[in-house]
C-alpha cells in the first residue's frame, strides 16, 4: 500500500511561483509514474505532468501543452518525494492539485487510468 500526501499549495499572484511536495510511504518503486493532475471548480480532472523510468535508465517527464515551460517535475527516490515546480502561474493554473502513483502500465502517463494511488490534493490558488 503506498500513502501519498501533498504540500505547498497556496495563494499566489499571477507570474508568482509555487512549489508542491509529495510525499510517498509504503512501499514506492523507484520506477513507479509519478504524476500530478489538477481538478478546477466545475471542471473535470485534467493532467499536467509525470515523471517516469525510461529505457535508457533515466528519468523522462512528461507535460500538459498548458504547463510545458513552466513548470518542472522532479523526484528525490531518497526522500520518496516528487516535485512540481511552478513558475509564471496564472490565474487559470488555480484548481486542486493532486499526485498519483502507479506502475508502468499500457495506459499513457496522461491518462488517470495508469495510476493506483492517489493524494488528498492541495489547493493552489492564483489571483489577477
Known amino acids: 500500500q503506498v500513502q501519498l500526501a501533498e504540500s505547498g499549495g497556496g495563494l499566489v499572484q499571477a507570474g508568482g511561483s509555487l512549489r508542491l511536495s509529495c510525499a510517498a510511504s509504503?512501499?514506492?518503486?523507484?520506477?513507479?509514474?509519478m504524476g500530478w493532475f489538477r481538478q478546477a471548480p466545475g471542471k473535470e480532472r485534467e493532467f499536467v505532468s509525470a515523471?517516469?523510468?525510461?529505457?535508457?535508465?533515466?528519468?523522462?517527464?512528461d507535460y500538459a501543452d498548458s504547463v510545458k515551460g513552466r513548470f518542472t517535475i522532479s523526484r528525490d527516490n531518497t526522500k520518496n518525494t516528487v516535485y512540481l515546480q511552478m513558475n509564471s502561474l496564472k490565474p487559470e493554473d488555480t484548481a486542486v492539485y493532486s499526485c498519483?502513483?502507479?506502475?508502468?502500465?499500457?495506459?499513457?502517463?496522461?491518462?488517470?487510468?495508469?495510476?493506483?494511488?492517489w493524494g488528498q490534493g492541495t489547493q493552489v490558488t492564483v489571483s489577477s
Open positions: 498519483a502513483a502507479g506502475v508502468p502500465s499500457y495506459f499513457a502517463n496522461s491518462d488517470s487510468r495508469a495510476y493506483t494511488y
Open positions: 509504503g512501499r514506492t518503486p523507484s520506477r513507479a509514474t
Open positions: 515523471i517516469r523510468w525510461s529505457d535508457v535508465r533515466t528519468y523522462y517527464a
